[in-house]
C-alpha cells in the first residue's frame, strides 16, 4: 500500500535562500542577490505530506524497508528518500551508509554526572565518518545532473568520502586539504579511493578560499557542506535517530561544530519531524567546539549570534580546525530554535573524554570527543540535568586518527605544547604498550601486577 501511494504522491524540492527568502536554482549554493546560504524546502509538504503519506505512514512505510533487499532501501539515507530531494532510483550511489549503531555508555554517564548517556556512532559508516550519509545524496545529484568533476576542501572526512562516492558513481575528484593538518588514515583513504589530492600550505579555510574560486571557472561540482544536498543527507541521522528511540525525544543531542553543516542539518530533521507530526517537541541542540577553533562560541557569547566572530584556529581535533565556519548562521538558528548552547572543550579535555569513550571498548576520533567533554561542563553549569536524557552524536571512527591515540596512551601528545603542565591528570586514563623479553615469567607478572 505504502509504495503505491509514493508513486501516487509528488514530491517536489526547491532550493530558497535563507537570508531573502528568494529560490535559487538546483546547482547554486549561494543566493545571487544576498549570497546568503540556500536550503531546500518542500512546498508540497503542508497539503499533501511527503508523498501523500501522514505520520502514521511514513513511519511504517520505513520500518517496512527495513526487511527490504532493494539497495535504496537498504541504505540508512535513502530509505528516508521521501523526506529527500528526489533523484531517480537508478542513479542513487549508495554505499550502504547510515543504518548506524546507538551505543549505551555507562562509565561515560558517571563520569560526566548523568544516570545514563546514548551514543549515535556516525564512525560506523563506509568510510569512518558522518560525512557518507550526506555525500550519498550530494554525489547522486552530481551525477544526476552530469558533472564529470566534483571537487571538496576537507580537513579529512569530507574529502575521504567524497573520493569513495565519486569512485563509486564513476566521477573524477578533486580534494584539497591543508598541508601537514589532517590524519594519515584520512589522507591515505582519498588517495586509496582515486582523488586528485593536494596538500595546499594553507589551513582548511584557506582552502575554501581557493576552491571557491577554482569551482567558478571550472565546470566542476562542490561537494562542501555548503551544498545543500549534503545537508538534506545528513539530516536523516536525526530521522534514524528517533526511529531507533521509537519516535521519543530525548532532552538533548550534543554535537561537535566545525564548519557547522552537522548541527545545523540535525536542527533542520528536528524542526521538519515537528511540522510532520513525527514528534511531538524538539529535543535541545548544544553544539561543542574545540577551544582553540571556537569561532560559534565566540560568536554566541559576545555578539548573541548576530555577527560571525571568526578565529585562527588551532587544535589537535584536526577535524574541526576550522575558523571561519559557513553554516554559522543555520547553526545559530538550530540553537535558538530548540533552546540549546554552546560550550567549549580546552584540549586536555578533549584527550581525556576521547579516552573514555575508548575505554567503553567504543572509540571515536578526537573531534568526536568534544561532545563528551562539553556535556560533563553543561552538567556541571546545571544546563543538562542528572535524570535528562542525552545523545552525543559521535562523528568519527577511533581509527580515523591512530597517531593521536598512540601519542595520547604513549604520553608524549601534549609534550612541547602548551598544555602539557595540565596533562598529568590523564596518567591513569594512559596505557602504553609494554616491551617485554618472550618471556612467560615476565608476562605473569606483568598481569599479577596489573591485577593488584
Ligand atoms: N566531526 C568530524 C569527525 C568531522 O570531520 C567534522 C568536519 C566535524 C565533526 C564537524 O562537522 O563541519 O558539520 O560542523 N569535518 C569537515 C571535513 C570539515 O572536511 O571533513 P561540521
Not at 559508516?125 to 564529470?148: C, E, H, L, W
Not at 545545523?264 to 511531538?280: F, P, V
Not at 559557513?326 to 586536555?348: C, D, L, M, N, P
Amino acid at each position: 500500500m505504502a509504495e503505491s501511494a509514493i508513486k501516487a504522491g509528488q514530491r517536489v524540492s526547491e532550493l530558497r535562500c535563507i537570508g531573502c527568502g528568494r529560490t535559487a536554482l538546483p546547482d547554486r549554493f549561494r543566493c545571487e542577490h544576498c549570497h546568503d546560504l540556500l536550503e531546500m524546502i518542500f512546498p508540497g509538504w503542508e497539503e499533501r505530506g511527503p508523498a501523500g503519506l501522514d505520520a502514521r505512514g511514513l513511519k511504517q512505510l520505513w520500518r517496512e524497508r527495513q526487511s527490504s533487499f532493494d539497495p535504496a532501501d537498504r541504505s540508512g539515507v535513502w530509505r528516508f528518500r521521501e523526506i529527500l530531494p528526489d533523484i531517480s532510483k537508478e542513479l542513487i550511489i549508495t554505499i550502504k551508509e547510515g543504518n548506524t549503531p546507538i551505543y549505551d555508555l555507562p562509565r561515560c554517564a558517571k563520569s560526566a554526572g548523568v544516570q545514563q548517556l546514548l551514543a549515535k556512532h556516525q564512525g560506523m559508516n563506509p568510510t569512518g565518518s558522518f560525512k557518507d550519509t550526506g555525500m550519498t545524496v550530494a554525489a547522486s545529484f552530481a551525477k544526476q545532473a552530469g558533472y564529470r568533476w566534483v571537487a571538496c576542501a576537507s580537513t579529512g572526512n569530507t574529502s575521504a568520502s567524497m573520493a569513495a562516492y565519486a569512485a563509486r558513481g564513476g566521477m573524477h575528484s578533486l580534494v584539497l586539504i591543508p598541508d601537514g593538518k589532517i590524519s594519515w588514515s584520512k589522507l591515505s583513504q582519498s588517495l586509496d579511493y582515486g582523488a586528485i589530492t593536494c596538500q595546499l600550505k594553507t589551513d582548511f579555510d584557506g582552502c575554501v578560499r581557493v576552491l571557491n574560486e577554482v569551482v567558478q571557472r571550472m565546470p566542476v561540482y562542490l561537494l562542501n557542506s555548503v551544498n545543500p544536498y549534503r545537508v538534506e543527507g545528513q539530516k536523516t541521522v536525526a530521522f534514524e535517530l528517533l526511529e531507533q528511540l521509537a519516535w521519543e525525544p530525548p532532552d538533548h543531542i550534543i554535537v561537535p561544530g566545525g564548519n557547522l553543516a552537522n548541527s545545523s542539518a540535525i536542527g533542520k530533521a528536528l524542526r521538519e519531524m515537528k511540522q510532520l507530526g513525527l514528534i511531538s517537541r524538539q529535543p535541545k541542540v548544544s553544539v561543542i567546539q574545540a577551544e582553540g577553533a571556537n569561532p560559534l562560541v565566540r560568536t554566541m557569547r559576545e555578539r548573541k549570534g548576530e555577527k560571525l566572530v571568526p578565529v585562527q584556529a588551532e587544535t589537535m581535533a584536526t577535524a574541526i580546525r576550522i575558523g571561519n565556519p559557513a553554516s554559522w548562521k543555520k547553526a545559530v538558528r538550530v540553537i535558538q530554535e530548540t533552546g540549546g548552547t554552546v560550550e567549549q572543550a580546552s584540549e586536555v579535555e578533549i584527550a581525556l573524554a576521547k579516552a573514555e569513550i575508548g575505554a567503553e571498548g567504543i572509540g571515536c576520533e578526537p573531534a568526536s570527543a568534544v561532545t563528551l567533554a562539553g556535556l560533563k561542563k553543561l552538567v556541571k553549569q546545571g544546563f543538562v540535568k542528572p535524570h535528562e536524557s542525552v545523545v552525543l552524536i559521535l562523528t568519527g571512527h577511533a581509527l580515523k586518527d591512530a597517531e593521536f591515540t598512540l601519542k595520547f596512551h604513549r604520553g608524549d601528545l601534549f609534550a612541547g605544547t602548551p598544555s602539557e603542565g595540565e596533562s598529568h591528570d590523564l596518567k591513569a586514563q594512559q596505557r602504553a604498550p609494554i616491551v617485554l623479553e618472550p618471556n612467560v615469567e615476565a608476562v605473569i607478572a606483568l598481569l599479577q601486577s596489573a591485577e593488584s
